[in-house]
């Protein structure tokens, strides 16, 4: 069962109650996007603060595009959401981090940039829920979506088929088919649903393109 997860990467409270309460009806869960300005060239609203805040039915999955996220997950933990993503490239303490959530009943994946190869997720993708492949450059709606990731994520799921693979970036209608024959079961979405005119139609129209895969 591939499940589509819109995308939230704001830098106020009000843009993400409208974006929440935008995708609500439609979908089980959201991806917030933090950034810091250090680990991406980009920054959003810092997010703990905020989540405490707005009332959804939604499960919340956070994005942690930020510099040593060691230092920032145990604030998070206290949060209403429910899986964190980190990445390997912004750590040495991957197996804190790791350790910090397994200690609760939430779950923890690990993001790998385009060009970060999967030989990085080897001592520890036992440890962790899910893997977080990025198919565009960190930090913003609209990226470029790298093609060669497909092949990447192939392979890890020749390697690994039990591993949960969720990807991020420039997925639409055209790269979700391709995205799921590799192996992804979770789609991150941003432009292709922020960028149409009816959210509703633009979800809807994944599904069907995604059930037609499946059927
Ligand atoms: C970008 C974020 C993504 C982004 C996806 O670095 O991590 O989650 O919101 O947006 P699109 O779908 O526009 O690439
Ligand atoms: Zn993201």
Do not use: C
């Not at 250090?38 to 009332?55: A, K, R, S």
């Not at 009943?105 to 001592?123: F, W």
């Not at 970036?169 to 079961?185: C, R, W, Y």
């Amino acid at each position: 069962m591939v499940e589509i997860i819109p995308s939230i990467l704001v830098k106020t409270r009000e843009e993400l109650i409208e974006k929440i309460l935008a995708v609500e009806p439609h979908v089980d869960s959201v991806h917030l996007d933090i950034a810091d300005g250090i680990f991406v060239p980009n920054v959003t609203i810092l997010g703990f603060e905020e989540i405490g805040i707005v009332e959804t039915s939604l499960a919340i999955g956070v994005h942690l595009m930020v510099s040593k996220p060691e230092n920032h997950i145990v604030r998070w933990l206290k949060t209403p959401a429910d899986r964190f993503v980190f990445h390997i490239e912004a750590t040495q303490r991957p197996r804190e981090i790791i350790d910090a959530v397994r200690e609760t009943d939430k779950l923890v994946g690990i993001a790998l940039n385009p060009q970060t190869p999967i030989s990085r997720l080897e001592p520890l993708v036992d440890y962790i829920d899910f893997v977080h492949f990025m198919t565009v450059e960190p930090g913003f709606y609209g990226g470029k979506f790298i093609e060669s990731v497909l092949d990447k994520i192939s392979e890890f799921h020749y390697f690994y088929p039990d591993k949960p693979i969720q990807v991020d970036g420039g997925v639409n209608l055209e790269t979700a088919p391709k995205l799921i024959k590799s192996g992804a079961s979770k789609l991150v979405v941003g432009s292709y649903i922020w960028k149409s005119k009816d959210v509703k139609k633009a979800i809807e129209e994944l599904k069907k393109e995604i059930k037609s895969l499946e059927s």
